[in-house]
């Protein structure tokens, strides 16, 4: 069956960098988007970015954008999300999900995406 799995959060300090990962099984990775998407404490889940199945095309939310990189690698069926620069408002607990449509890859919207990873909690404190 489809799974999702994140693993890298932890506690850093404010400018601080951090490595996620979302290992995925159970299906063709090669083939879809994933994107990652963060919720903290009584706010809506917002998507921060997405990488489509060509690795050349990834989209940022304006909030994360020149800090956060996604990449890929297709032969280990792995996203990763590299922080940067961290901020006491990136502090969240990140999920990565599977896009139904790659084509969708700008959007960052939750209702495009099919399955999700249990989530990965991410503190920005000194």
């Known amino acids: 069956q489809v799974q999702l799995v994140e693993s890298g959060g932890g506690l850093v300090q404010p400018g601080g960098s951090l490595r996620l990962s979302c290992a995925a099984s159970?299906?063709?990775?090669?083939?879809?988007?994933i994107g990652w998407f963060r919720q903290a404490p009584g706010k809506e889940r917002e998507g921060v970015a997405c990488s489509a199945w060509s690795e050349g095309d990834t989209y940022y939310s304006a909030s994360v954008r020149g800090r956060f990189t996604v990449s890929r690698d297709n032969a280990k069926n792995t996203v990763y999300l590299h922080m940067a620069n961290l901020k006491p408002e990136d502090t969240a607990v990140y999920y990565c999900?599977?896009?139904?449509?790659?084509?969708?890859?700008?959007?960052?919207?939750?209702?495009?995406?099919?399955?999700w990873g249990q989530g990965t909690q991410v503190t920005v404190s000194s």
């Open positions: 159970g299906f063709d990775f090669y083939n879809y988007g």
């Open positions: 999900a599977r896009l139904m449509d790659s084509r969708w890859y700008r959007y960052l919207n939750k209702r495009h995406y099919d399955y």
